[in-house]
């Protein structure tokens, strides 16, 4: 039976890793932008957002764990745990930004709503991956000392009290 450190791969650099990331997480996002603006033509918009987010998270963090990050597997229940929290951010993110949007103009258009909820989901993506990155795949590092030490027996001493004697009457 493979344990997670043999299913292991060599962690793919920065550069290689925002790649996947953007492949990956923009593909979700971008299909996400359309079910969002589909679901919402049925009900409250920050609900449909909310449903799509949960749903493309999921997929998204199998995705990052599968190829982005090379984690060498399925994700586990502690890094969908990990990634729900910047998914949250992106859903507070996003859902700022068509708040903000239905503020500033009585009825935007779709096409101007696809472009703030694509680039706020950008920019909420750039979060998201240093998070996925440097908290939820990360790799166990070995921890360096400045110099190695060698195990040497240590020797106990033990303090020896004089024995008293006591007459008790």
Do not use: D
């Not at 609900?47 to 990052?64: C, K, Q, R």
């Not at 921890?143 to 030490?149: G, L």
Request: charged residues 10%; proline residues 4%.
């Amino acid at each position: 039976m493979e344990t997670g450190q043999s299913r292991q791969q060599a962690a793919p650099g920065a550069f290689a890793s925002f790649a996947r990331f953007v492949l990956c997480g923009g593909g979700v996002g971008l299909a996400s932008s359309f079910a969002v603006a589909a679901l919402a033509s049925r009900i409250p918009w920050v609900l449909a957002n909310a449903v799509i987010t949960v749903v493309s998270m999921l997929l998204a963090t199998e995705l990052h764990a599968r190829f982005t990050f090379g984690a060498g597997g399925r994700a586990t229940w502690a890094q969908h745990a990990q990634s729900a929290g910047s998914a949250a951010a992106a859903y507070a993110v996003t859902s700022a930004a068509m708040i903000l949007l239905h503020q500033l103009m009585a009825a935007p258009g779709a096409a101007l709503e696809q472009v703030v909820y694509l680039s706020a989901s950008a920019l909420a993506g750039l979060g998201r991956f240093a998070v996925l990155r440097r908290a939820v795949f990360a790799r166990s590092r070995p921890k360096t000392t400045m110099a190695k030490r060698t195990a040497r027996p240590v020797r106990a001493t033990v303090a020896h009290a004089p024995a008293l004697l006591c007459s008790c009457a």
